[in-house]
């Protein structure tokens, strides 16, 4: 069985640039939802969002027996750094946002969880010559070796996107996230591994599980899906379902057991079925991986025969 959590995001109200998608609660009622859910055994909580009344929400943690898999910070807020907040020209914008990260780290250990999950959608462009690329790089990198520096028994992990809501976002792949996290230098900064995000930027999630592995920044999964034409976040195998065999597959063989969280959008059902039936088919898939018999899969990679491959693995439905 996979270790399986949730986003909170997902829990209660979401939005897209048309239409609002359920009524508003509170962050126990979101822990309320997620612990109904069968197969789920933790969250993924949102600074700041959900750090109204953390009494409360350590009661409703424990009440339904949940543990926290990573602190989500914002650095994407309606309410600033709308030019972004590790880019930022302006330096007490972007002391600013360390700051609060420093305060979610702090959070982090309150709460037992071991990362730090940071999103930077909005360090980007959408134009030439819109951003420094050189300047870019030094702010963003001096901010997170602050952050780092805080606590480095925390893992500090960038979930990379290509695009949205900027243009060209400024870690857009594996690639360039590793190389970002050369430039900071922090042996506790590294990856989420966001299997949506992997397909929008021409990347197989295996391979970039093995890469981020042998660099030493695979610090965290997200699962979700997509057609590759939109970051849909639809429930894993969906569209890529050999795919998710094969991360999974490769996961295990990296020995990687720890959390992995749900990245899924409910629209307008109820979040707890959702996550009900995406656990059950995670854990399908993760069932299917487990099938394949190891010292045959490693002569097939040897042989590199995909047709036949293919076959066996069908036949193994």
Known sequence: MLKLSII???LGQTKNRFLVYQDPADTPTHLDRAGAAEGIGAVELRYPADTADIPATKEALKRNNLAVSAINFASVRNDRWLRG???AE???DRQA???DAKRAMDLAAELGASRLHNCPLNEGFDYPFELDPIAALDYSAECFEKICAH???INVCIEYKINEPRVRCQIGSAGELIAFADIVGARNLGATLDAGHCFLAGENPAATAALLHKCNRLFYVHINDNDTRGDWDVLPGTWHTWEFVELFYTLERLGYDDWIAFDIVCKEHDATPVFTDAAAIANKLKELSTRIDKDDMAA???R???TSTM???????
């Open 8 to 10: 909170t995001l997902f």
């Open 85 to 87: 907040a590790w880019t």
């Open 151 to 153: 606590n480095r028994d």
């Open 97 to 99: 946002a360390v700051d």
């Open 90 to 92: 302006d330096p007490a």
């Open 300 to 302: 097939r990679y040897k």
């Open 304 to 306: 590199r025969h995909p």
């Open 311 to 317: 076959r066996m693995l069908n036949d193994l439905l």
